[in-house]
Nanobody, 114 residues
Framework: QVQFVESGGGLVQPGGSLRLSCVASRGIGSLSVMGWYRQAPGKQREWVARITTGGSTNCIESVKGRFTISRDNAKNAVYLQMNSLKPEDTAVYYC????????WGQGTQVTVSS
């Protein structure tokens, strides 16, 4: 399986922005769909956004117009640009294939609070 390392999280005020990065241990060009997921305290992990090799994207309704997923196969990387952050976006964010491998990275903590 491919290993993923996420980074870019932090503490941000409501309305702020963060850009998450994910680097894979090997090429992701063959992984047709890559995704970002998140797990809020006390909740199950949920899918947030995904992107195909061709660049087609989709995301959950609650982040539409605020989050943008992108990928750079040459860098084995996937990104999540998050704007207009809300307290309910607070979670640990992970990247993985879509559908996901059974193994997950450490994730990166995003906390939205004033």
């Amino acid at each position: 399986q491919v290993q993923f390392v996420e980074s870019g999280g932090g503490l941000v005020q409501p309305g702020g922005s963060l850009r998450l990065s994910c680097v894979a241990s090997r090429g992701i060009g063959s992984l047709s769909v890559m995704g970002w997921y998140r797990q809020a305290p006390g909740k199950q992990r949920e899918w947030v956004a995904r992107i195909t090799t061709g660049g087609s994207t989709n995301c959950i309704e609650s982040v539409k117009g605020r989050f943008t997923i992108s990928r750079d196969n040459a860098k084995n990387a996937v990104y999540l640009q998050m704007n207009s952050l809300k307290p309910e976006d607070t979670a640990v964010y992970y990247c993985n294939r879509s559908p996901p491998y059974t193994s997950w990275g450490q994730g990166t903590q995003v906390t939205v609070s004033s």
